[in-house]
């Protein structure tokens, strides 16, 4: 088995994970540390542990990504967790960069209408001109990529 795929570092992979999934909840609005936990659950159907929750949003709080308020909830008071403006942006850019990389992975299911040029994920539509399937975004695009043609035959 390559090195690479060793259950270890694939954990080191989830970990990093993880912290990508907490700040997609922070970014969402302000968190009590224990509705991270339970937001996470939710969305990751997978449990993630308090003693990686709560130092991670100390470190962001260090670095001023991150702001905290005390209000009660309960009988307690919990602290609530909020992205700063800082930590908004670089959100936004992480989230970007990650959408980038998503994109580039699923490529090979994209399609370029044959008409318009513009990327098709799904939903194409798909027609037979001339022996030959072709791939275009909407009936439209078909429509006129087919009047196209035939009117540069009738130059002929
Ligand atoms: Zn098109």
Redesign the pocket.
């Known amino acids: 088995m390559p090195k690479e795929t060793q259950p270890q570092n694939i954990d080191d992979l989830i970990s990093d994970f993880s912290r990508f999934y907490i700040l997609t909840i922070l970014y969402e609005g302000p968190a009590h540390g224990y509705s991270i936990i339970n937001q996470f659950k939710k969305r990751v159907k997978k449990e993630v542990s308090p003693s990686l929750v709560y130092p991670f949003l100390q470190q962001l709080e260090e670095k001023g990504l991150v702001t905290h308020t005390l209000k009660p909830v309960g009988e307690k008071e919990r602290k609530v967790f909020e992205l700063t403006d800082e930590g908004r942006d670089l959100c936004t850019g992480l989230f970007k960069r990650f959408a980038e990389l998503v994109a580039i992975a699923i490529e090979p299911s994209m399609y370029v ?1 044959a ?2 040029g ?1 990327k098709v994920y799904e939903g194409a539509h798909r027609e037979v001109i001339h022996d030959k399937e072709m791939t ?3 009936m439209h ?1 078909a429509r006129s990529y087919k009047e196209l043609k035939v009117s540069k035959q009738a130059k002929k």
């Open positions: 209408c008409h318009c513009c275009f975004c909407c695009c």
